[in-house]
């Protein structure tokens, strides 16, 4: 059993959970970033960086709510330098493929840790029963403010899974790994498969920017993580990211699941029941 400490941030969220649910099951030593954590993190108050970062000598950095909202890579490339500081070894990325902000971020952090590993993401499967669209999944209608493009959706658990490896094997140092999906799905031929596993119709169809933005806000979303999300939506899904990418088997030896398998089992655990 390893003793190493490994800090992940974002530890509650949908990708930190499942990182160090599999890093204790490793037998690592994982500290958990978040503001609800003790001791606790927020990756907007530098003054709760240091004590989170005490005996840690790897870090799973995953900035919240998006690096590709104003102010990430600052952020991030001033607590990497925190953590090269404090002793940290090694550091994994999540970061946003196709995404102009997610990529100053990566840059500025290897700026840091030359042997930076990055987890470059497509749209995570996991949105449509874990996040923002899980409330339109249940009222029957998905809606996108951009056209309906095809998009590799990245099953969550896989991404995990490398996380995880990446952060306590030696053999990734350095490594971009873009995970995707193995295959690309519009919105609507996703939503379909949804509603099938779901056991009820779900639709997908365009409405103008400011209507999204709106329903979102309309359903609890700060008024600035609906903007953000807006625009990073607009940003990525123009069809830049339609091809599949191979980072899941290159560093797992195993293709990545696909959309299908994921919406069975979120079906079968009843997250879509009405």
């Known amino acids: 059993m390893t003793t190493e400490h490994v800090l ?18 490793r037998g690592t030593g994982v500290r958990v970033g978040s503001r609800s954590g003790e001791p606790r993190f927020d990756w907007h108050e530098p003054s709760t960086w240091d004590a989170v970062l005490e005996g840690v000598t790897s870090v799973y950095l995953c ?8 102010g990430a890579s600052e952020a991030v490339a001033a607590f990497a330098s925190r953590a090269a500081r404090s002793g940290v070894r090694r550091a994994v ?3 946003g493929r196709g995404e102009e902000g997610a990529e100053r971020a990566e840059h500025a ?63 990734h140092a350095g490594e971009l790994y873009e995970l995707t999906g193995p295959r690309a799905l519009t919105f609507t031929e996703a939503t379909r498969l949804v509603g099938e596993a779901a056991g009820h119709p779900v ?50 030896g195993r293709p990545a699941a696909d959309f ?4 069975r089992r979120a079906g079968a655990s009843g997250v879509w029941s009405r």
């Open 63 to 70: 900035y919240h709510p998006d690096l590709a909202f104003p």
């Open 8 to 25: 992940v941030t974002g530890g509650t969220g949908m990708t930190g959970r499942r990182v160090t649910r599999l890093l204790r099951e």
């Open 109 to 171: 952090v290897r700026a840091v840790f030359p042997d930076l590993t990055v987890l470059r993401c497509s749209v995570f499967a996991q949105d449509f029963s874990e996040s923002f669209l899980l409330g339109p999944v249940l009222e029957g209608a998905v809606t996108l403010p951009v056209p309906d493009v095809a998009e590799p959706f990245v099953d969550l658990d896989d991404v995990a899974e490398v996380a995880a490896r990446v952060l306590t094997e030696d053999g």
């Open 203 to 252: 639709a997908c169809r365009q409405v103008p920017p400011e209507e999204f933005t709106a329903d979102m806000v309309a359903a609890g979303a700060p008024e600035e993580l609906a903007h953000g999300l807006t625009e990073l939506f607009r940003e990525i899904l123009d069809g830049r990211n339609a091809g599949p990418a191979d980072g899941v088997e290159k560093a797992l």
């Open 93 to 95: 990325l999540l970061s």
């Open 260 to 263: 299908t398998e994921y919406a």
